[in-house]
């Protein structure tokens, strides 16, 4: 009966001494952040882009073997660029689009900095506020000329927010190919 044990122990240890542990590890690390960081594209307060470049980057340092190239990094860091400014201009362009103010556009950038301040319900307001407030005292429009800007906000911010996960898909999509493949 022991020895029987003892056989099965040994097959057991013999399977699981050959297998890669430090792979399965940073490949463990690298998909969930990949993973976080989608779901970060898409709920405003995580950082999504930021999770990926770390996903790329963390990669690339613990497992050289199957490490990023310098142009998939260089591709990384613009695409996360990209996806940032996309973040920060999409509600002042979309208040632009709908005709608001330079007054309006100033409120927009101010409200969001602001907002910065208040957490995670000042980032979602504060840009809206902050248009409508500056069209309202300083650009002197009326209720409607400043709700319509306001809603340009809230339209071009949501664009914006399907353009960040089209860059975050992107982005993944330039981790596992460049790890993968290249």
Same mark, same amino acid.
Do not use: C, N
């Given at each position: 009966?022991?020895?029987?044990? #003892?056989?099965? /122990? ?10 890669? /542990?430090? &792979?399965?590890?940073?490949? #463990? ?11 970060? =594209?898409?709920? +405003? ?6 999770? %990926?470049?770390? =996903? ?9 073997? #199957? ?11 613009? !695409?996360?660029?990209? =996806?940032?400014?996309?973040? $920060? ?11 608001? #103010?330079?007054?309006? %556009? ?11 301040? $208040? ?25 409607? +000329?400043?709700?319509?800007?306001? /809603?340009? @906000?809230?339209?071009?911010? @949501?664009?914006? !927010?399907?353009?960040?996960? &089209?860059?975050?898909? &992107?982005? %993944? &999509? @330039? ?5 993968? /493949?290249?």
């Amino acid at each position: 009966m022991m020895q029987w044990l #003892s056989d099965v /122990w040994t097959a057991t240890a013999g399977f699981f001494s050959g297998i890669p /542990w430090g &792979a399965i590890g940073v490949w #463990s690390i690298t998909i969930s952040l990949l993973l976080v960081g989608f779901v970060g =594209a898409i709920v +405003p307060f995580l950082p999504g882009p930021f999770l %990926i470049v770390i =996903a790329g980057i963390l990669h690339t340092v613990l497992r050289p073997e #199957s490490a990023m190239s310098t142009t998939g990094i260089v591709i990384l860091v613009l !695409l996360f660029g990209l =996806a940032y400014a996309v973040d $920060f201009f999409s509600g002042m362009v979309g208040a632009r689009w709908f005709g608001a #103010s330079s007054w309006g %556009i100033w409120g927009v950038l101010v409200g969001g900095l602001v907002g910065l301040f $208040f957490g995670p319900i000042g980032i979602l307001i504060g840009p809206l506020v902050g248009g409508f407030a500056f069209e309202m005292l300083f650009a002197k429009r009326t209720f409607k +000329p400043a709700v319509k800007s306001t /809603w340009g @906000t809230i339209l071009g911010t @949501t664009v914006g !927010l399907f353009v960040r996960i &089209a860059i975050s898909l &992107a982005m %993944i &999509a @330039t981790v596992l190919v460049d790890t993968l /493949w290249w």
